[in-house]
């Protein structure tokens, strides 16, 4: 009988751990009153913009490509990071304490802080000189032109960007990119494309 009692009781004690840790897992998916558990994904966050930068394909062995790369054209793209920070809001009302968010749901971010993005060469590429402005032929996934993206709401925070320029063979597209801020200042980033081969 007493052995009996000592298996019931791991069973009841494994069951109660069990039912306790499904619903701490349970309550962080859904902390966000917005996000439905069973498959939406919530309304966007308000975040302000903290620094920027670019990044290159092809993506191999876990890195994206550098600059002492080469890369054939046809496979070469390019893409916009934007780095940010959620605005303060107010604390949760829940029994657990921070903000979880749907781990299958890419980033819904509404920049509150940017009034734009340009890009200047700092080497020749195609038929440009080095020092021109190339943000009217820069455009983003949308088909909008950097020098005329100004809406930052429902954003992930990353734009695959198409440059309207034919490079040369064995050229690099060096760029001065500049994320403009709402209280005046600027982040900068300066980068360098990986070889990229014509033919």
Same mark, same amino acid.
């Given at each position: ?28 998916? &859904? ?15 308000? &975040? ?7 990044? *290159? ?67 020749? *590429? ?32 990353? *734009? ?40």
């Amino acid at each position: 009988m007493n052995k009996f009692l000592k298996t019931k009781s791991v069973k009841m004690t494994a069951a109660i751990l069990s039912a306790y840790l499904s619903m701490l897992v349970f309550v962080a998916c &859904v902390d966000d009153p917005q996000i439905n558990p069973f498959g939406e994904c919530g309304g966007p966050s308000n &975040v302000n913009a903290t620094d920027v930068s670019l990044v *290159y394909e092809p993506y191999k062995n876990n890195q994206f490509a550098v600059e002492t790369d080469t890369v054939k054209l046809e496979e070469f793209n390019v893409y916009l990071k934007i780095a940010s920070e959620t605005i303060a809001h107010a604390p949760s009302t829940g029994s657990f304490p921070g903000v979880a968010y749907a781990l299958s749901c890419a980033p819904n971010l509404n920049f509150q802080n940017i009034t734009g993005i340009s890009m200047t060469l700092l080497a020749p *590429y195609g038929d440009k000189e080095a020092g021109t402005d190339i943000s009217s032929l820069v455009k983003t996934h949308d088909d909008i032109k950097l020098s005329d993206l100004r809406d930052f709401t429902g954003s992930t925070g990353q *734009y695959r960007l198409s440059v309207d320029l034919q490079p040369e063979n064995k050229s690099q597209l060096k760029t001065k990119t500049v994320l403009k801020l709402k209280n005046g200042s600027e982040k900068i980033f300066e980068s360098s494309s990986p070889v990229l081969l014509t033919n």
